[in-house]
């Protein structure tokens, strides 16, 4: 019994065909969106604004945080800089929930997470889509 293939091109393809003559070629993926982590710090005064320093690397944002000190993750993806933010918390120890940005810190403040025994002190703040930190001077 034979049985008519069911690409018309497939009568076409040869077993010397390469993978190349064969598969379709297709775009590249669309890029990931990026994410940074900083050094940071709460600027001085009402208005809520988070400085960025340096990027480092998650090591050095983990030690950075268990020493007490401040650090903001920086991109476009509200989500990723969330989950990021959180994965470092975790490193320390026990992190809060999200926290919303504090009105009473002033009106530019970032969303963030701390230590849920407060020990150590500081902050994972994370930039949203339209809430950013600002550059040190």
């Given amino acids: 019994m034979s049985v008519e293939p069911t690409n018309p091109d497939a009568s076409e393809i040869s ?5 190349e003559e064969v598969l379709p070629v297709l775009p590249p993926p669309p890029a ?3 994410t940074s982590i900083h ?3 709460i600027v001085s005064g009402w208005s809520g604004d988070v400085e960025y320093g340096a990027e480092i690397d998650e090591g050095t944002a983990v030690a950075r945080r268990a020493s007490g000190l401040d650090i903001v993750i920086r991109g476009n993806d509200t989500a990723m800089n969330r989950r990021l933010a959180r994965k470092i918390e975790v490193q320390v120890s026990t992190p809060t929930l999200p926290q919303p940005p504090h009105m009473r810190a002033g009106p530019r403040a970032l969303p963030h997470f701390h230590q849920q025994s407060r020990n150590p ?3 994972g703040f994370y930039e949203m889509d339209k809430r950013k930190a600002r550059k040190k001077p």
């Fill in 121 to 123: 002190v500081g902050h």
């Fill in 15 to 19: 077993p010397e065909s390469t993978p």
């Fill in 39 to 41: 050094e940071a710090a």
């Fill in 32 to 34: 990931l969106p990026s």
